[in-house]
């Protein structure tokens, strides 16, 4: 049993998807301070029970699947085809908003007339050989060809695949895109319905740990508090007005007659002391959605703000996670089978 000074957490040992979730982290409120820069150990200062690891992305997978790391933010690529079929794995969070690609087919440029799917089953009948298809991902891979009714073969290879075509040991790929650039100049095209499985980055944990451990579920909650309560901020903002009016209700239901100002329940609105007595100004406080601040400070003039300030807000938190209430559920049904 893993005891409350060693819980662990792997993140991603390096590129892109390392710094991404260290930066995503340290944004939530839980910043990561390696304590040697050539060890593959680091701790959060704000969680201190939890020791962190640095790992490859696919072995972060199995080992949060073996319950030697109880937690691990990988993406959902390798996930899917590291995970296996004995249920260890439980998701946390399955958008954390980063690491964005697609596990996709993608054929050379030659191949004109193959723009589909549909279009490469044909095209395989002519081929005068079974399809040979590289990739780093044989599981996903497998299972999409063997959905599509695609006669293959695959090549299982680490490192760059794009070259495969050109070289003659593969006639295509299934690799992992993003921007398609990499394609592109090495003169491969993606199939728009070849996408085998979109990616980010998400949170995983051991359904054992969290089933067994106290200090593990708790461990849970907590992740799940800061990252939850963070990324919701990031979608809203604190706008506050000052606005004449008869009463807090009076100014409450020109509030809720427009669409972007009502808040989360709904305004918070106090008196202001002025200079001089019987003004009848408040200030109006409200949580507005980011995507919405232009029309919501439209709105607030509309119907008398003033004096408008908008901030960003770190956290705004539910009563509980409502993933932390989905993962409860998910382990309370396990236990009913």
């Known amino acids: 049993m893993t005891s409350p000074k060693n819980i662990r957490l792997s993140l991603p040992s390096k590129g892109r998807l390392q710094d991404d979730s260290i930066a995503f982290l340290a944004e939530t409120g839980l910043s990561v301070q390696k304590l040697n820069p050539r060890q593959y150990q680091a701790r959060i ?22 319950g030697s790391v109880d ?19 439980i998701v946390l969070h399955d958008a954390l908003g980063f690491g964005h690609c ?27 050989h079974t399809l040979r298809v590289v990739t780093k991902f044989p599981v996903l891979t497998e299972r999409f060809l063997s959905a599509q009714n695609i006669p293959h073969t695959l090549i299982t290879a680490e490192g760059t695949l794009e070259t495969a075509p050109t070289i003659g040991y593969a006639d295509i790929i299934s690799d992992l895109v993003s921007s398609g650039q990499t394609l592109q100049d090495n003169r491969l095209r993606a199939l728009p319905d070849g996408v085998i499985q979109t990616s980010q980055a998400a949170l995983i944990a051991n359904r054992k740990a969290l089933e067994t451990n106290p200090n593990v579920l708790d461990m849970a909650r907590r992740l799940l508090e800061y990252i939850e309560a963070h990324m919701r901020a990031k979608e809203n903002l604190l706008v ?18 427009e669409t972007s100002v009502g808040g989360l329940q709904g305004p918070t609105i106090s008196p202001i002391v002025t200079r001089e007595s019987n003004q009848g100004w408040y200030s109006v406080t409200v949580v507005a959605q980011r995507s919405y601040l232009p029309q919501a400070i439209t709105e ?5 703000g003033s004096g408008i300030i908008v901030t960003p807000v770190t956290y705004i938190f539910e009563e509980e996670p409502p993933r932390y209430t989905a993962m409860l559920a998910e382990l309370n049904a396990d236990d009913g089978r």
């Not at 607030?300 to 008398?304: D, K, T, V, Y």
């Open 45 to 66: 200062p704000t969680l201190p029970e939890l020791t962190v690891l640095f790992q490859r992305p696919s072995d972060i997978v199995v080992s949060v699947r073996d």
């Open 71 to 89: 937690f691990g933010i990988t993406g959902i690529d390798v996930l899917e085809e590291k995970r296996g079929d004995n249920g260890e794995i």
């Open 102 to 128: 697609a596990l996709t087919l993608a054929v050379p440029e030659s191949w004109g007339e193959v723009q589909t799917v549909e279009t490469l089953r044909t095209h395989v009948a002519a081929l005068g």
């Open 240 to 257: 506050i007005a000052n606005m004449r009016g008869q009463s807090p209700d009076a100014i409450a239901s020109k509030l809720f007659a």
């Open 300 to 304: 607030l003039r509309s119907i008398g």
